[in-house]
């Protein structure tokens, strides 16, 4: 059964902090897919980013940057100096690439509240 | 290019009841999902929908169902609301819903029941 972890519950920094976000997962399936999703307080979540298992090229985007890991079966995100409007939830999800039912779903985890106070 | 649109986007019912959410995908998107989102159990998977057919099922009982019409618009319906049915319900649509697709989600339907 698929799983994602995510132990950081909550985490505060003040404004241009970095932060990062722990994920780890679990999967029996050896091709799968991660994604990040982040739930500003207006409650929408807003796709961030994809991995797939194949490819463990860590990847940059703006402050954004990801860390993923099979190894240690983690994808870890990381904001470099955080400003206020990154305050919201973050998810970590899995979705499983093997045929059958199991597929065509996500499975989240808890989520990250993160606050970034000025 | 229009999101994905939920109404209504609150609801207050009493036990008992029963409620009929509806979700319209992004044009072209043939895939939906819903979810259900409390803060004890988080996001959890309900069902997901492709070419009006269900394809996966996660484990809620059957007083929740779905359909999706050939339009790809889909409705979920809870059937005799417990107090424990209160969340928010987030539809999610894809292209065709296969594994590496990333799901866009509509901004939800609070349900609080009563």
């Known amino acids: 059964a698929q799983k994602v972890t995510q132990a950081q519950t909550e985490i505060s920094v003040v404004e241009k902090e970095d932060v990062t976000l722990d994920c780890v997962y679990e999967?029996?399936?050896?091709?799968?897919?991660l994604f990040w999703y982040k739930q500003p307080p207006s409650g929408e979540l807003v796709f961030l980013i994809r991995r797939n298992s194949f490819d463990e090229q860590n990847e940059i985007s703006g402050r954004y940057s990801w860390n993923f890991q099979k190894s240690t079966s983690s994808f870890n995100f990381t904001i470099t100096a955080s400003q206020v409007v990154d305050s919201a939830v973050y998810f970590c999800a899995l979705s499983e690439g093997g045929s059958g039912g199991s597929n065509y779903k996500l499975t989240f985890g808890k989520g990250t509240l993160l606050t970034v106070n000025p | 290019k229009a999101g994905v649109t939920q109404t209504p986007r609150y609801l207050i019912k009493t036990r008992g009841q029963q409620v009929t959410l509806s979700c319209s995908p992004i044009s072209g998107h043939r895939s939906v999902s819903w979810y259900q989102q409390t803060p004890g159990q988080g996001l959890q998977f309900l069902f997901e929908?492709?070419?009006?057919?269900?394809?996966n099922k996660g484990n809620f009982p059957g007083r929740f169902s779905g359909r999706q019409f050939s339009n790809s618009r889909s409705e979920m319906n809870v059937s005799t609301l417990e107090l424990g049915d209160s969340a928010l319900y987030l539809c999610?649509?894809?292209?065709?819903?296969?594994?590496?697709?990333?799901?866009?989600f509509g901004p939800g339907t609070r349900l609080t029941v009563l």
């Open positions: 999610a649509s894809s292209r065709s819903g296969s594994p590496y697709n990333e799901q866009f």
């Open positions: 999967t029996r399936d050896t091709t799968y897919y």
């Open positions: 929908y492709f070419s009006e057919t269900q394809r």
